[in-house]
Nanobody, 123 residues
């Protein structure tokens, strides 16, 4: 089992920046590919970004590429999502997830999920 706890959400204005964190405990953090997903009001879950076990490779959804940066600190068992130039359409509950591979994580989601953190971007 891997326990994931997100933090860092809040209410910001369009154009602002925000950094989300996801603290992991349980099994070895570096054994998992990690990712961020979001769910906007009335919409389905959307993949946002993923990162390899070592952190050397990162992947982004087209909607956030160039604005969001995913990173991880395996020594601290923590995943991050730096969000810049936020838009109202980025408003959602953001979830971190752990999975066995990037392909599985992106296409089907993770084996383990956090409880989510709310990000609200006002115009």
């Amino acid at each position: 089992q891997v326990q994931l706890v997100e933090s860092g959400g809040g209410l910001v204005q369009a154009g602002d920046s925000l950094r989300l964190s996801c603290a992991a405990s349980g099994r070895t953090f570096s054994n998992y590919v990690m990712g961020w997903f979001r769910r906007a009001p009335g919409k389905g879950r959307e993949y946002v970004a993923a990162i390899s076990r070592s952190g050397d490779s990162t992947y982004y959804a087209r909607s956030v590429k160039g604005r969001f940066t995913i990173s991880r600190d395996n020594a601290k068992n923590t995943l991050y999502l730096q969000m810049s130039s936020l838009k109202p359409e980025d408003t959602a509950v953001y979830y971190c997830a752990a999975g066995p591979s990037t392909a599985v994580l992106v296409s089907a989601g993770g084996d383990y999920w956090g409880q989510g953190t709310q990000v609200t971007v006002s115009s």
